[in-house]
């Protein structure tokens, strides 16, 4: 199964070496843990994308075991992601549901080739405020897709448009419903606070629920998804609540297993799709390497992220043809992963079985899941998938951070995640740019700080940092009539760190205009990528091999040489 040729090698095949029972009931326990929580948040990001439930589930099954089971990571589970809700539903508004697929298979394609090519590690290169600001503006995003539901509005579709959104809710404001907004409310003060009901409290007392230590038993391992799941469709069923479900607006959830189907192609279409298919590869890749790493801190472990790319790839290409959406990796779920005892990608395996019996046996019982309960859940996933504080720490960061940050948040609100990460990127790498030739200095030395005296004739200069296309504006200095010397130019070059084309042509401007001048450059102590450079260009035969020495002393006595000389001849 080890390919050589491409590197395909799943984690899952070294985990299984010293693979025990322990370890089995361990990944078993935690499978079907996530299994549990994986059902409620693979619906609600069905419906949020403008797909149907069962989309979010079969997603969920597939792509989750083809992640686990081909993966770069122990414990990473895939499945559908709140990350992709905005991307997706703007991409069934504009194409339609079927070329949505066809872009999930393309995208898959992709990212396949990305693992192939060994172009997991670039996806780190992504700074840190890019990430963060298309982050935030996709929880934003997302939190407000979710009004319409949490509110009860009456609102047939919602536009893709942030403004076009803002106008419409604002529009039906009145058509609130307040048994929706008391469900979806109680849903969500249940999802923020369940966890602190089992949280000693700072004085060391529990809530009153550990008097009752065989319900707590039972409680605790229960995930907040599940118990608003449990609740709202209880309040629903049993007191007959008037409120929108996934049985009235969809019908309820079909008892079986996907079926094989072949997306609609056309290549007419298909020319449309390029930029939806890099937006749902460039972010799934992202997500789940970003996931990984998350996955790494808490494990001590480490991922493959070519193994990883390869997995998704494959998962995305496969899906869509039973009906499924976009996957990548999930960072809620593979937590939960983590903290119910994962040992192996067989957990994975197990969360995704688990949702195959969930399906064939309690599919029916989905009928009366209030929709308002699912708008709670992904609120609260919205808040959770938000980095609020960074916001706050932007006093503590450089004017270029803080651009980076706010112009991909805003960007990725206003208009969507391609122009956010592109314009990201390129500040970015302006930005990079400024710096690093901000940092670049030639100053000339004083004689006192050379090694030995230099003869009248003779200037000395040090290159600091990086002479590239950025920085070559600097060398123009030299150029100055008043700053040539009469006989030699001495460039110390030993902080000269790295040399581009761009500077090496600022290099050769400097030698024929020196020269023209009946002056000498020589340089000092060049690194081994600059030299290389000048060598492998033909540029230190022209300057002469005797104009290039290994250090500034040696330098020195060779334009001394020269001043001394041109000086007898005068």
Not at 172 to 194: E, K, P, Q, R, Y
Request: charged content about 15%.
């Amino acid at each position: 199964m080890n390919l050589p040729s491409i590197g395909f090698r799943p984690r899952l095949l070294d985990s299984l070496k010293d693979y025990d029972r322990t370890h089995l009931m361990a990944d078993i326990n935690a499978g079907l843990t996530v299994g549990v929580v994986a059902l409620p948040l693979a619906m609600a990001f069905a419906i949020a994308s403008g797909a149907k439930p069962e989309a979010g589930i079969f997603t969920a099954i597939i792509a989750g075991f083809l992640i686990s089971s081909l993966g770069g990571s122990r414990v990473q589970i895939g499945g559908p992601a709140g990350a992709f809700i905005v991307i997706i539903y703007g991409i069934i508004e504009k194409y339609g549901l079927a070329n949505l697929l066809i872009s999930t298979i393309f995208a898959g394609m992709l990212l396949f080739a990305m693992g192939v090519f060994r172009l997991g590690s670039l996806i780190r290169y992504i700074p840190v405020p890019i990430v963060i600001g298309f982050t935030n503006g996709i929880a934003v995003l997302v939190a407000l897709s979710q009004l319409k539901d949490f509110l009860g509005l009456k609102i047939d579709k919602m536009p893709g448009d942030f403004f076009e959104q803002i106008r419409i809710l604002a529009l039906n404001a009145h058509t609130l419903d307040l048994t929706t907004l008391a469900l979806a409310g109680a849903s969500l003060v249940i999802m923020f606070s369940w966890p602190a009901v089992f949280r000693a409290r700072q004085d060391g007392t529990r809530s009153m629920l550990y008097r009752h230590p065989r319900l707590v038993q039972l409680l605790k391992p229960l995930p907040s998804p599940i118990i608003v799941l449990i609740l709202s469709t209880l309040a629903v069923t049993v007191l007959d609540l008037s409120v929108e479900t996934i049985g009235t607006k969809f019908g309820g959830i079909p008892q079986g297993l996907p079926q094989f189907q072949l997306p609609q192609f056309s290549w007419i279409l298909v020319k449309q799709l390029i930029a939806p298919t890099v937006t749902i590869a460039l972010l799934g890749a992202i997500e789940s390497l970003l996931c990984a790493r998350v996955s790494d801190n808490l494990t001590g472990d480490r991922h493959d992220p070519n193994q990883e790319l390869m997995a998704q790839g494959i998962a995305n290409v496969v899906t869509p043809f039973f009906g499924g959406l976009p996957a990548t990796g999930t960072v809620a779920r593979t937590v939960t992963n983590i903290r119910t005892g994962a040992s192996s990608p067989i957990a994975g395996m197990v969360h995704a079985l688990t949702l195959v019996a969930i399906v064939l046996v309690a599919a029916p019982l989905a009928k009366n899941i209030p929709l308002a309960a699912l708008a709670a859940i992904l609120l609260h996933v919205a808040y959770n998938m938000g980095e609020w504080h960074e916001f706050v720490r932007l006093v503590h960061f450089s004017l270029n951070y803080r651009i980076l940050l706010l112009s991909t948040f805003l960007l990725t609100v206003i208009i969507d995640l391609t122009a956010a990460v592109e314009v990201g990127l390129v500040l970015a790498c302006v930005f990079f740019i400024y710096r690093v030739s901000s940092l670049t200095r030639i100053e000339r030395l004083a004689p006192e700080s050379l090694p030995h005296p230099p003869l009248p004739g003779v200037a000395v200069y040090s290159i600091f940092g990086s002479l590239f296309f950025g920085a070559v504006g600097k060398m123009e200095a030299l150029l100055d009539p008043q700053a040539a010397p009469g006989a030699a130019m001495v460039l110390k070059l030993q902080q000269l760190i790295n040399l581009d084309t761009t500077g090496l042509d600022a290099l050769e401007t400097l030698n024929k205009t020196l020269l023209a001048r009946g002056c000498q450059l020589i340089l000092a102590g060049p690194n081994h990528q600059p030299l290389s450079l000048m060598t492998r260009t033909g540029f230190l035969d022209r300057l002469g091999a005797e104009n290039c020495v290994a250090d500034l002393s040696h330098a020195l006595d060779r334009a001394n040489f020269l001043a001394g000389a041109k000086a007898a001849a005068a």
